[in-house]
């Protein structure tokens, strides 16, 4: 079991920034595509971002000029820096992995095998 431990998240106000961070092995740096995703309140959960491992990010259209997804291999940690924040980000953010041997990465939440223990976020009007 791939083991990926979130930091961060918290409250803030409209228009405000916040980075969660999900540290990982390095075995799973190197091998993995990382996302995040978002649950909202009695909401499904929905794909925010996604990196592969080597680094090539894809950003749904809300994210897009807002969000940015970043890793250092370095230390074996993934972020998500998000600026400009909406009431409508407010959720649970979950870092989540799956093995791409051949590369890429793909949005689809079922293709993601391993969670964290997920982060809230709460942004206020």
């Known amino acids: 079991q791939v083991q990926l431990v979130q930091s961060g998240g918290g409250s803030v106000q409209s228009g405000g920034s916040l980075r969660l961070s999900c540290a990982a092995s390095?075995?799973?740096?190197?091998?993995?595509?990382l996302g995040w995703f978002r649950q909202a309140p009695g909401k499904e959960r929905e794909v925010v971002a996604a990196?592969?491992?080597?680094?090539?990010?894809t950003l749904t259209t809300s994210s897009k000029g807002r969000f940015n997804i970043s890793r250092i291999n370095g230390n074996n940690t993934a972020y998500l820096q998000m600026n400009s924040l909406k009431p409508e980000d407010t959720g649970i953010y979950y870092c989540?992995?799956?093995?791409?041997?051949?590369?890429?990465?793909?949005?689809?939440?079922?293709?993601?095998?391993?969670w964290g223990q997920g982060t809230q976020v709460t942004v206020s009007s």
């Open positions: 989540a992995a799956y093995p791409t041997p051949n590369g890429g990465c793909r949005m689809r939440p079922n293709d993601f095998r391993s």
């Open positions: 990196i592969s491992r080597d680094g090539i990010t």
């Open positions: 390095q075995y799973i740096f190197s091998t993995h595509c």
